[in-house]
């Protein structure tokens, strides 16, 4: 886009739009479109059209550059800035940041790709409940089993609660003098507990 396309219907014979000014005379139009005010009012004049007209983006980005959020700091000007990304204080931090990359992104992405397929990582949630799940699963296993055990003769002797290891060891307790003393004993409880329910019942 031309200057010329910018100040067009704006420099007429009478008036210039862009300083405000009447411009009635021949002379006095002459000297205002030659003179030195006019030629800095069109300069400011047509920056601001061109700033105007730039893509917000572009915007954006410029006033980002003047922005440094690894060091916090604003800059008045490019040039500032410019210096200030290759400077020392900002390559400071830079050093900084990559020596202590942000701990819980880390954390995540080690243990995902150790324990979880890597389709899997970035979904946090999903992979914490899927732990949760597993320590879980993991509890009731292990009280299903114990409860097991309890009621397996072969693991475990309520009489006596006492566990065993293997088959051949619980035989052998069920076997031994101190298991069949108490087994003796529990029955003789239990005909007991019979005859007193019987005589309840009575
Ligand atoms: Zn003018
Ligand atoms: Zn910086
Ligand atoms: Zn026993």
């Not at 397929?117 to 970035?122: A, F, I």
């Given at each position: 886009r031309s200057d010329e396309e910018l100040l067009k219907g704006l420099l007429t014979d009478d008036y210039c739009h862009v300083c405000s000014s009447v411009l009635i005379f021949e002379s006095h139009r002459l000297s205002h479109y030659g003179g030195k005010k006019h030629n800095q009012k069109v300069r400011m004049y047509l920056e601001t059209a061109r700033a105007e007209k730039t893509p917000k983006s572009q915007m954006m980005s410029s006033s980002k550059n003047r922005f440094c959020e690894l060091c916090n700091m604003v800059f008045n000007s490019d040039v500032v800035a410019k210096s200030h990304y290759e400077g020392k204080v900002h390559a400071k931090h830079l050093r900084k940041q990559s020596r202590h990359p942000p701990a819980k992104d880390t954390e995540v992405h080690a243990s995902s790709s150790l324990t979880q397929?890597?389709?899997?990582?970035?979904q946090k949630s999903t992979q914490e409940s899927d732990e949760e799940l597993q320590m879980h699963t993991t509890a009731a296993s292990a009280s299903t089993s114990s409860e097991l055990n309890l009621k397996d003769p072969n693991k475990y002797c309520y009489l006596c609660t006492v566990s065993f290891t293997d088959p051949m060891t619980a035989l052998q307790h069920y076997n031994g003098r101190k298991h069949q003393k108490k087994q003796a004993r529990q029955e003789l409880l239990n005909e007991l507990g019979d005859d007193e329910q019987l005589d309840d019942s009575l």
């Open positions: 397929n890597p389709e899997k990582s970035g």
